[in-house]
């Protein structure tokens, strides 16, 4: 055991997304004492990914005035099928080259000379906010992360609830029977309607048809190649028709099927997070709101509904969290 | 305490429907000795009921070899907003004269000279279906009461959730965005579409219409007003159009709501019971879980999917483990 305010008391925390690498160090009152955000590698093997998640370690470390083999352990949130016993990923399919198994784990635990420990990343990203932030008044939530995909996780009496590996998948719950395809591969999840990805893929070809858009120019304007968050604010805030319209019919599907979710588990809190949650912000926090109104089942009190409170850091905060240990 | 197989270590337990009054005492292993069955009142207030459970619960006790004071205590599954802490129920809708808050637990207790435990009558199913039933094998399920309503409950790591007290609703979750009027006053929910009640008015409305069913015929032919599970299943099995569409609806809205739940809290078990899922069997609950399986998440093993174990005493026998003190 170190001091109170000793070294060994330092934890890391990566979470590891497919378009970024952000590493913390934190003291044991979870206060990031340093961090490094790194593009996360879009070609070659997991080693580079792990190589890469290496090296922002070492920069979140070296900004805390130490070195990752004197922390006490670096939590990691990662996409894909997560082994925590043995400290393997699988099917991070976000990822370059990780359709099979990596042992991601083992790998970075000997770059960094420190036990790693893995976790699902949505999975982390909830617990800390349960622990740090929007979650705390509260002894269990169902939390949503609205990105690329539509992530959930589930706060059930303190405790993060698992199921047998993969429960909160509330972006695959069905709100319309036979409805628009998802990524997923079946029919009418939410995640077909609120996703970011399907979203683009609809306004693309709705573009493609001869739909009205300044979505693809100001994605060039921003010089990137994908609808960002950002992008979808930023033509939602000039009043783009079919930006609009597709937002719109998210902020629905959210509603429906996060109200879907209460009716099962009537839990007192829900939190909304993602890379859209987090840029849309409170205004559409209450848009959902209204919208799940509609779909709440009357006997039930309606839950408390806000946005999550740690905003990007949250998932690594929640795996600096998994290194307590 | 009494000895294994004295007196005290009885119990009763009383399943109160909206159809019948069912009244059990069992012994210290769960073993039923006593039952009586009495309609439920149609007129009348919430004294009335109570006269006529504690009349049920004296012919059980007496059927049983003892009288209902010797008990160590009734337990009661009921409808309805159950405060157990002071033994009242409210809204039991479906119970005459129940629209406001009744005194259930003491008056039953005084009547029946022994202690009096409430609790939800789908909560107390599950539980019996987890302890003595289907759910056995299984440390997390979900529970599917496929009846007049479309009840649920949720056994998470070997314990009942309740939520706010609430939680299970699975026939309230939304299978068909803006779709078709539920008994709850919502649109698109499971039991708009698998509710015997919502089927039933369905099908009338249909009949009105002109549309040809055996339905009316066979009811009046059994002596029924209503559309009983037997009579659905009468009118399926001589290839009622009308009754196999709406069945078969039925079928298809179960497999998506409950591959919903699924995706949401990824448990290894999914129990069918209630009225139509007694009644109907083993090859419907085959066919809801086929239809699940369009909407599982493709990530996730699916669940086994059984018929309940004990059949219409199910609720009788989880009231009777609240007595358990």
New interface residues.
Partial sequence: MGTANGVADLRGGIDLGGTKIEAIVVNADNKVLGSARHPTPISGSPADVAKEMAAAMGEAAKAAGTTPNALKGVGVGSPG?INAANGTVA?ARNLPGWDGSFELGPTLSEQLGTPVFLGNDVQVGIDAEFELGAGRPYH?LIGVFWGTGVG?G?I?DGKL??????????G??????G?RKCP?????CLEAYAGRAAMEARARAKIKDGHKSDLIKIMEHKGRERFTSAIWAAAVEQGDDLAVKLIDEAV??LG??I???M??????AVLIGGGLGVRFGEPYVEKIKAEMA????????PPDVHLVGLGDLGGALGAALLARG
Same sequence: chains 1, 2.
């Fill in positions: 099928a099917s269990s959930g589930l059930l609830w698992k199921g047998r590996g993969g429960a909160g998948e509330i695959h719950m069905v709100v319309e029977r409805g997923c591969g079946n029919k009418g629905v599907a429906v099927g109200a879907s979710a009716n099962l588990l009537d839990v007192p509609d779909h709440l089942f009357p006997g039930h009190q």
